[in-house]
């Protein structure tokens, strides 16, 4: 996983070089967020800088990392064909170049009524929005950029876990680290490993699942067929 780079402006030299790859040894994951920063300050640009930025880092992705078909659901998607390639054949094709995954999170949704009242001046809640959703939208381009949006992470903020509108508490940001954590170790573990770990994805149905399931959808309809027979036979006179 990338080291931590604190640069809420997603502009400064490292993060720039960084996405400018390939490396040598590409990321396991690169996780990026941005805008909060641009709607406090408005002196940066503010929503039009955010854009031109967003717009200048996807597109640099899609030159470096690579650029997909479709919007990527998983972080082992194919660039090309929607299949599963091994890390080794995504590599040897320069499929991901920078890093195997890259996630861009969604703008954090503020609780605007635990907002200071100079950060409720800039940080709108409709600013917020129009954000995420030109950030969806750019995942429905022809060529979207080669990133995962988890949109889950808004839906998990609780009013009640942060105390500035904005910062959120360690049970918030545990579990969604906890998310991206397992979502990624579902990649690498997904062939492979013992049936039942936390990170390997369980069969959609397992025999002995199939074979109660067969019992309950063949038990049904024989008792009640043997049930009516059961039934005329003890009723015939002896």
């Known amino acids: 996983m990338a080291a931590e780079n604190r640069d ?10 960084t996405l400018s790859g390939p490396p040598e040894a590409p990321a396991s994951l690169i996780v990026l967020g941005s805008g909060l920063w641009y709607l406090r300050n408005p002196a940066s640009g503010g929503l039009a800088a955010w854009g031109s930025m967003i717009h200048d880092t996807f597109d ?39 890093a195997d995954a890259v996630v861009f999170l969604p703008v954090t949704d503020p609780v ?26 750019r995942l429905t381009h022809a060529q979207p950029p080669p990133v995962i949006i988890p949109s889950v992470f808004n839906d998990i903020l609780l009013d009640e876990e942060t105390d500035d509108g904005i910062h959120f508490s360690n049970k918030i940001t545990d579990k969604q680290a906890e998310l991206l954590l397992g979502w990624r170790c579902n ?25 109660f399931l067969l019992l309950l959808t063949v038990w049904a309809p024989l008792g009640v067929l043997f049930g009516s027979v059961l039934r005329k036979l003890l009723r015939r006179p002896c």
């Not at 997603?10 to 070089?17: E, G, K, S």
């Not at 992705?61 to 995504?90: F, V, Y």
């Not at 605007?112 to 030109?134: P, Q, W, Y």
């Open 187 to 211: 990649d690498v573990m997904r062939r492979a490993g013992v049936q039942g770990l936390c990170c390997k994805r369980y069969d959609w149905i397992r025999p002995l699942q199939a074979a």
């Open 60 to 98: 640099n992705l899609k030159e470096r990392q690579g650029s997909p078909q479709s919007a990527l659901i998983n972080p082992w998607d194919s660039m090309t064909s929607g299949t599963a390639p091994s890390s080794l054949e995504r590599r040897a094709e320069s499929r991901f170049a920078i």
């Open 112 to 137: 605007t009524e635990k907002l200071s009242a100079s950060r409720a001046e800039t940080i709108l809640h409709t600013d917020v929005e129009a954000m995420n959703a030109d950030l969806y939208a």
């Open 8 to 17: 809420p402006y997603l502009n400064n030299t490292r993060t720039v070089l």
